[in-house]
């Protein structure tokens, strides 16, 4: 059978990383011929990354999409992140299901929030219901939260599977217990979920570093100095290292921002910390208490004083968040691995 994924992005970008580029080996171990054509190429995930908008790039995104449409048909299934054609109206995902094409299309966040809540007026009234005519015409949608799938219900889609953001038990070892005196707190990120969720934690970051010397923060995904305080290291992201530095934490942080937007956020973060057998802190959002099961396989955050409070209890007892990082481990066991995730992929595709 031979699939069709049109991702939003190449595989340097999470999202489609870890939504679709890693399902690849397993779904081609069983038989699948996969085609992967993302809409945004390296260049643009650079500039993006860097801060800079390059129009030319973006523009070539489009057309490049644009001719891939007409080799649609050669494939037997077409899986789409997202959308086809980002702020454009639905109107390829329309043609698909004139031509009888049921495509499977698939989310790790609340985009139509994008549309929907948009100020700018033009953007809100023309595409606020866009999603949910994409969700509508397709022949599944697959959730990556109870939030993304309650809005495809509410949207009117005929089948809806809900398919957590996973990672690879492979990639990921159990922490071996450290004798360091350093307590080291860490966070991984791009620079933008950073400015958005981490940056508005500085005061309370800066006042339990003052409140205890030996606590650190390891800061994944940042580069430059963002005057978090004088325990910090900022540490460039690289694919190839993220589990490594991961393994460095005693504890990892999630701290967002109480949004309808974060609503829809996978607590992906909080996987990754959870697969290395280390306990999370969160705030009260979203999926975050679905992986960071409050006094269990970690804490929940609900004020400046519970993160201090949290981190601090942590690092003094040692048994208890090392039998957390056990349960947070066996939790992903169970439910964010790809270890059980591929075969669901593998029914809905052969559904």
Known sequence: MKILYLTKYTRMAGSSRMRSYQYVPYLEEVGFNITIKPFFDEAYLKDFYAGKKNIGVVLKSYFKRFFVMFSIMKYDKVIIEKEIFPFFPALAEWILNIARVK???DYDDAIFHNYDQSSNFIIKKFLGSKIANVMKLSGTVVAGNKYLAEYAQISGAENIEIIPTVIDLDRYPLKENSSSEKFIVGWIGTKTTFEK???PCKEWMKELQDQEPNIYFNIVGITEDMDLGKNVKYIPWKENTEVSEILKMDVGIMPLQDSE?????CAYKL??????????IASDVGM?????????????A????EWIDKISFLKKNDQKRMKMGRDAR??????????VTA???VNILNS
Do not use: T
């Open 330 to 339: 066996n939790l992903v066991e169970e439910n964010f691995c790809i270890q």
């Open 343 to 345: 075969e669901r992929w």
């Open 302 to 305: 609900r004020s400046k004083q």
């Open 288 to 300: 975050n208490k679905e992986v960071c099961v409050d006094n269990k396989s970690g804490f929940i």
């Open 271 to 280: 996987i990754q910390y959870a697969a290395c057998g280390i306990p999370g």
């Open 197 to 199: 969720h981490l940056l």
């Open 103 to 105: 495509y499977i299309v």
């Open 261 to 265: 937007w974060e609503k829809g956020k």
